[in-house]
């Protein structure tokens, strides 16, 4: 976890255009710093969803339910390769192939932490076979669980509490994927702030 926080990151504007770079404890401080982040979902057979419960000892959100893997890529690192390396590292798993179906931005502050997400998310899905064979680490992922993708939705409305507040954009794009080119016509997480109404947007804006 700590080596992780030293790791580089793209810093982008709300297009994605790449601006520069920090580390990953950097662009998470407050106020934020709006970077490039990956959310990966892995889906099954029956169109269930893996979720993770992040572990106590994660700096954002710890002990929050989520989708099955996130991460940041490194700076001029494809998402691909950066996607199959975290899903190796917290679940044990990979390579999968993945396909990318939407991106967002959004902020949002951590409470339990002080810590803040600005990120310009691309939620990129997987099938898997509904007996995919994990090993997560203890360090990264609290439980496993897989979960229908609308009735998470139903639960992010009466419980947000306990899901990082990226998931609801993050089934958003999985359920109603955008057209290419498309993917930035609608940026609101309903679990999270909306990126046009962050309170504070800087780094490289």
């Known amino acids: 976890m700590t080596a992780r926080e030293g790791h580089l990151v793209e810093l982008v504007d ?12 950097a662009a998470h401080q407050p106020p934020g710093r709006l970077h490039r982040a990956f ?5 099954d057979p029956d169109g269930r969803i ?7 000892a994660k700096t954002r959100f710890p002990l929050r339910w989520a989708n099955s893997c996130c991460g940041h890529p490194m700076p001029g690192q494809s998402l691909v390769e950066a996607a199959n390396r975290r899903l190796a590292e917290e679940l044990g798993i ?17 409470p339990a932490t002080g810590r803040v997400e600005f990120e310009y998310d691309h939620v ?11 090993r997560p680490d203890p360090d990264e992922v609290a439980t496993l ?14 419980d947000p509490r306990t899901y990082a507040p990226w998931l609801g954009g993050v089934v958003n794009r999985l359920l109603r994927p955008a057209p290419a080119g498309t993917a930035d016509a609608s940026r609101t997480v309903p679990s999270g ?3 046009d109404e962050a309170p504070e947007r800087s780094g490289g804006r």
């Not at 709300?14 to 580390?23: F, I, K, P, S």
């Not at 990979?94 to 951590?110: F, K, M, S």
């Not at 990129?124 to 994990?134: G, M, N, S």
């Not at 669980?145 to 009466?158: F, G, T």
Request: charged share 25%; proline share 7%.
């Open 94 to 110: 990979g390579p999968v192939d993945l396909t990318e179906v939407g991106v967002y931005v959004y902020y949002a502050e951590d």
């Open 14 to 25: 709300d297009t994605g255009h790449v601006l520069g770079e920090a580390t990953v404890a």
């Open 145 to 158: 669980r897989w979960a229908d993708p609308r009735d998470l939705e139903a639960d992010l409305d009466v």
């Open 39 to 43: 959310s990966v979902l892995l889906v």
């Open 124 to 134: 990129l899905r997987a099938d898997v076979p509904a007996d995919l064979p994990t």
């Open 193 to 195: 702030t909306p990126a």
């Open 50 to 56: 893996l979720l993770q419960q992040r572990a106590a």
